[in-house]
């Protein structure tokens, strides 16, 4: 392993193993409906409140991983697990029934790339073989958080974004599989001084536009050495607001950017808003679709940048601004 | 035309708080919150009885005749009893719809679950 | 390091679509009024005093947004109506409903009896020290000025 440049890691011998990914009933229905393991028809996710729902999704999603790989609990290392519910409690509760040592991180909705970034380093330094990283999020668990009650009639601007129900868990390896998680940069705390809470897309652009231009820095690249890169969950406001911020600072992403909260639902069919956020929404995206196209050789390289809108409703009554953060890894086919 | 005035009026009043929504971007609690002190402030000079009598539901529906009821209950009392009914009358003509609104919201809470 | 995130913010944000947005909100809002208008006919026509038809209606338009609340429905009428349902009497209600319902799974007393005002309350607060403040202005006026 070694640090390169000023916020970047490259690994040479971390690799993504089997995936899983647990969706609820809308992003089923979505475009990338089909690139998903499991589907649940309904929110409760055959549970009784929506914390359990979630919970039911992150198990079923760790359980898938290591079912897949044929893994059992002395198998794995540690898992790495996030969410956004106050004191990352889905995750904590869910790995009560797992003998594997826990990370719990918090990265709002970066959680998935901070725990790929973490996983590798763990493995590229020898402190672990086999690593689970997992993270979810679930509509009604976040609404009620973060905004109202979920049957709350208040009118929601269409700049707000819809959190993606789901999880989604992968194994980190050092042994060789088809894709190589290759380098990575660590995403600083970035205040673009916004204070709308139902505009994470204007919120969470800076940070993202700083984490990619950080990347090209730190690796001597171009945006063209990528087929794609991904953002986690910008939206349709913030996708032109990163290009244009870019744009200005000599990086040109406009040929092969995309975002994970505009692949995942049709926004034109579903009552979604701008777009998919959430921790899960760059979680089921890459675990699921992306992985899935590096698989099947339509692309080689990837940069896959989760955004994270770091604030709570107490911050958001204080009148603060909404700090954010973007980590960035690049996974390539070998 | 009492139905005619009840629907213009009650959708300005609903436009009025769409604006401050939209461009002020208050938030539901901020609206609703303003809503009543304008219809308190409004009682306070008489004028929100005019506009009951012009249109109907569309004054007593929103919830500016909340402050209204508000004040004229509390205004009622205190003509009888002096200063004191103020607090005494307060929520004489709004007791019903606070009371419904508090059985039913504990009622559904019981029999419903939320749908998310 | 990117310094000027605010120019490209400023540049490509999104514009409320007012006009729509009002127009929602006016046929929606008024639509509510004048069911309430005929609600007051039909309660009258049935035998009820001037007085009682008023808070009659209120309970009824109350009952109907609990009940909306309850199967689901109201959130979703709130979305397209915007202020149109939230400044109606009917957005009160389902201030109050939606929150007993959300803490549901923590308890009747925890849960539902603790938070039921959590969003109401702030209309409540202010009707009743606004209507306070202006009532006594209005009696020591009368009383002792005119």
């Given at each position: 392993m070694k640090k390169i440049g000023k916020n970047s890691i490259q690994f040479s011998k971390v690799y993504m193993s089997e995936t899983a990914t647990i969706v609820g009933p809308l992003e089923r229905s979505g475009?990338?409906?089909?690139?998903?393991?499991y589907a649940y028809d309904d929110l409760y996710c055959e549970e009784d409140s929506w914390e359990k729902a979630e919970q039911r999704l992150v198990k079923d999603a760790i359980s898938l991983v290591m079912t897949k790989s044929f893994k059992n609990d002395k198998d794995i290392d540690y898992v790495i697990a996030g969410d956004l519910i106050n004191q990352d409690v889905i995750s904590n509760y869910v790995m009560r029934d797992f003998r594997i040592p826990l990370f719990g991180i918090y990265?709002?909705?970066?959680?998935s790339v901070e725990g790929l970034i973490l996983g590798s380093s763990l493995i590229e330094g020898e402190i672990g073989s086999n690593i689970i990283v997992s993270t979810s999020s679930h509509n009604s668990t976040a609404e009620r958080q973060?905004?109202?009650?979920?049957?709350?009639g208040g009118q929601k601007p269409d700049t707000a974004t819809f959190t993606v129900t789901g999880a989604g868990a992968c194994l980190l390896t050092n042994n060789e599989t088809k894709i190589k998680v290759e380098s990575a940069t660590v995403g600083t705390v970035i205040d673009g001084?916004?204070?709308?809470?139902?505009?994470?897309g204007s919120a969470m652009a800076p940070a993202a536009a700083e984490t990619i231009k950080q990347h090209m820095e730190d690796l001597n690249r171009?945006?063209?050495?990528?087929?794609m890169i991904v953002t986690g969950d910008l939206s349709k406001v913030g996708k032109p607001i990163l290009i244009d911020i870019l744009k200005d600072n000599e990086v040109d992403i406009s040929n092969n950017h995309t975002d994970c909260g505009i692949l995942i639902y049709d926004s034109e069919k579903q009552p979604v808003f701008a777009g998919g956020s959430g921790c899960a929404c760059c979680a089921v995206v890459s675990f699921g679709y992306l992985v899935s196209l590096l698989n099947n050789n339509l692309i080689n390289k990837i940069l896959i940048i989760a955004t994270g809108a770091l604030m709570n409703p107490i911050m958001m009554f204080q009148k603060e601004t909404i700090p954010s953060i973007a980590h960035a890894i690049s996974l390539e086919k070998i | 035309m009492i139905y005619l005035y009840a629907f213009l009026v009650g959708g300005l009043i609903c436009v009025i708080g769409q604006i401050l929504i939209d461009?002020?971007?208050?938030?539901s609690a901020h609206i609703t919150a303003s809503f009543v002190v304008a219809g308190a402030l409004l009682d306070s000079f008489d004028l929100y009885d005019k506009l009951i009598e012009f249109a109907g539901a569309g004054a007593q529906v929103p919830i500016t005749s909340f402050g209204h009821s508000l004040l004229h209950g509390a205004m009622e009392k205190a003509n009888e009893v002096g200063f004191l009914g103020i607090g005494m009358g307060?929520?004489?003509?709004?007791a019903s719809g606070i009371t419904a609104a508090i059985i039913f919201a504990f009622l559904v809470a019981v029999f419903f679950r939320p749908k998310g | 390091m990117i310094i000027n995130y605010d120019k490209s913010i400023k540049k490509n944000a999104w514009k409320p679509k007012y006009l729509r947005n009002s127009i929602r909100a006016f046929v929606s809002g008024g639509s509510i009024c004048l069911f309430g208008q005929i609600l007051l006919k039909l309660y009258e026509l049935a035998g009820f005093e001037k007085e009682e038809t008023g808070s009659l209606m209120i309970v009824t338009l109350i009952l109907i947004a609990s009940l909306l609340t309850g199967i689901g429905v109201f959130d979703k009428i709130g979305q397209w109506a915007g202020a149109g349902s939230l400044v109606p009497v009917t957005g009160f209600a389902n201030s109050m409903t939606s929150a007993a319902l959300e803490y549901k799974k923590e308890g009747l007393v925890l849960g539902v009896a603790t938070n039921l005002?959590?969003?109401?309350g702030a209309v409540i607060t202010f009707g009743v020290v606004s209507a306070y403040i202006l009532g006594m202005l209005r009696y020591l006026i009368e009383n002792f000025v005119l």
């Amino acid at each position: 392993m070694k640090k390169i440049g000023k916020n970047s890691i490259q690994f040479s011998k971390v690799y993504m193993s089997e995936t899983a990914t647990i969706v609820g009933p809308l992003e089923r229905s979505g475009p990338l409906g089909n690139f998903f393991d499991y589907a649940y028809d309904d929110l409760y996710c055959e549970e009784d409140s929506w914390e359990k729902a979630e919970q039911r999704l992150v198990k079923d999603a760790i359980s898938l991983v290591m079912t897949k790989s044929f893994k059992n609990d002395k198998d794995i290392d540690y898992v790495i697990a996030g969410d956004l519910i106050n004191q990352d409690v889905i995750s904590n509760y869910v790995m009560r029934d797992f003998r594997i040592p826990l990370f719990g991180i918090y990265g709002a909705c970066s959680t998935s790339v901070e725990g790929l970034i973490l996983g590798s380093s763990l493995i590229e330094g020898e402190i672990g073989s086999n690593i689970i990283v997992s993270t979810s999020s679930h509509n009604s668990t976040a609404e009620r958080q973060f905004r109202n009650p979920t049957e709350y009639g208040g009118q929601k601007p269409d700049t707000a974004t819809f959190t993606v129900t789901g999880a989604g868990a992968c194994l980190l390896t050092n042994n060789e599989t088809k894709i190589k998680v290759e380098s990575a940069t660590v995403g600083t705390v970035i205040d673009g001084k916004q204070k709308d809470a139902n505009d994470m897309g204007s919120a969470m652009a800076p940070a993202a536009a700083e984490t990619i231009k950080q990347h090209m820095e730190d690796l001597n690249r171009t945006p063209d050495y990528y087929d794609m890169i991904v953002t986690g969950d910008l939206s349709k406001v913030g996708k032109p607001i990163l290009i244009d911020i870019l744009k200005d600072n000599e990086v040109d992403i406009s040929n092969n950017h995309t975002d994970c909260g505009i692949l995942i639902y049709d926004s034109e069919k579903q009552p979604v808003f701008a777009g998919g956020s959430g921790c899960a929404c760059c979680a089921v995206v890459s675990f699921g679709y992306l992985v899935s196209l590096l698989n099947n050789n339509l692309i080689n390289k990837i940069l896959i940048i989760a955004t994270g809108a770091l604030m709570n409703p107490i911050m958001m009554f204080q009148k603060e601004t909404i700090p954010s953060i973007a980590h960035a890894i690049s996974l390539e086919k070998i | 035309m009492i139905y005619l005035y009840a629907f213009l009026v009650g959708g300005l009043i609903c436009v009025i708080g769409q604006i401050l929504i939209d461009r002020f971007k208050l938030t539901s609690a901020h609206i609703t919150a303003s809503f009543v002190v304008a219809g308190a402030l409004l009682d306070s000079f008489d004028l929100y009885d005019k506009l009951i009598e012009f249109a109907g539901a569309g004054a007593q529906v929103p919830i500016t005749s909340f402050g209204h009821s508000l004040l004229h209950g509390a205004m009622e009392k205190a003509n009888e009893v002096g200063f004191l009914g103020i607090g005494m009358g307060m929520f004489d003509m709004t007791a019903s719809g606070i009371t419904a609104a508090i059985i039913f919201a504990f009622l559904v809470a019981v029999f419903f679950r939320p749908k998310g | 390091m990117i310094i000027n995130y605010d120019k490209s913010i400023k540049k490509n944000a999104w514009k409320p679509k007012y006009l729509r947005n009002s127009i929602r909100a006016f046929v929606s809002g008024g639509s509510i009024c004048l069911f309430g208008q005929i609600l007051l006919k039909l309660y009258e026509l049935a035998g009820f005093e001037k007085e009682e038809t008023g808070s009659l209606m209120i309970v009824t338009l109350i009952l109907i947004a609990s009940l909306l609340t309850g199967i689901g429905v109201f959130d979703k009428i709130g979305q397209w109506a915007g202020a149109g349902s939230l400044v109606p009497v009917t957005g009160f209600a389902n201030s109050m409903t939606s929150a007993a319902l959300e803490y549901k799974k923590e308890g009747l007393v925890l849960g539902v009896a603790t938070n039921l005002f959590k969003l109401a309350g702030a209309v409540i607060t202010f009707g009743v020290v606004s209507a306070y403040i202006l009532g006594m202005l209005r009696y020591l006026i009368e009383n002792f000025v005119l």
